[in-house]
């Protein structure tokens, strides 16, 4: 069975300072993985998505995630965080591109102080 | 291109009673999703939909919820009656379908059980 874990519930981060997001997953096969924000009483947005080949794959709003499957991990990282990042971001993992049968994991709740 | 749209954005019953959200899903998007996202937990599927077939209901609580999707564009979900248990942000997601792109989330329903 698929399963990720976000170990951190709650992460305050000040502005300006840099963003790491854990996300470690189980798969049996070839993960396809996604990373999601949702800002209160919205919907998710995808952030960026990881399929096959490079690595380090980049996102909008200047986040990026890498996949290591050594670690079976995939974390999300941001150089300089702003305060409107400030929402919950969800790791998600899914046996296809087209996000079928998408796995969440609990989310990170993210308090950014100005 | 307009987004997945949902409604009602909040909704409070008591319970045994029953209720009922509507999703309209973005122009063309083959597969609909129903996820049922609790505070402090990720989205969890509730169903898929292929056109208006259904592909996967094996978490839903079938004695008392049921979905459908006439004619493969909107769709509906009902809870009948509602549980306390019920309470819970209800999102709809379409995507293209197959491997042809991730989901997009409406803004979801809230639903408090009284």
């Known amino acids: 069975a698929q399963s990720v874990t976000q170990p951190d519930i709650h992460i305050t981060v000040s502005e300006g300072a840099s963003l790491e997001l854990r996300c470690n997953y189980s798969?049996?096969?070839?993960?396809?993985l996604f990373w999601y924000v949702q800002s209160p009483g919205q919907g998710l947005q995808l952030l960026l998505k990881y399929f096959s080949g490079d690595t380090l794959v980049q996102g909008i709003k200047g986040f990026e995630a890498e996949f290591k499957r050594s670690q079976s991990s995939f974390n999300l990282r941001k150089p300089s965080v702003h305060w409107s990042d400030a929402a919950e971001y969800f790791c998600a993992v899914g046996p296809s591109r087209g996000g079928n049968k998408l796995t969440f994991g609990t989310g990170t709740q993210l308090k950014v102080e100005l | 291109e307009a987004g997945v749209a949902q409604s009602p954005r909040y909704k409070i019953i008591e319970k045994r009673q029953s209720v009922a959200f509507w999703c309209n899903p973005i122009s063309g998007h083959a597969t609909l999703y129903w996820y049922q996202q609790i505070l402090g937990q990720g989205p969890k599927l509730l169903i898929q939909f292929q056109n208006n077939g259904v592909v996967d209901d094996s978490q839903l609580p079938k004695d008392r919820f049921s979905a459908e999707r006439l004619k493969g564009v909107d769709s509906t979900l009902k809870i009948q009656p509602a549980k306390l248990e019920d309470s819970a942000v209800y999102l709809c997601?379409?995507?293209?379908?197959?491997?042809?792109?991730?989901?997009?989330f409406g803004d979801g329903t809230r639903l408090s059980i009284l």
């Open positions: 997601a379409s995507s293209l379908g197959g491997d042809r792109g991730p989901q997009h």
């Open positions: 798969y049996g096969a070839t993960p396809y």
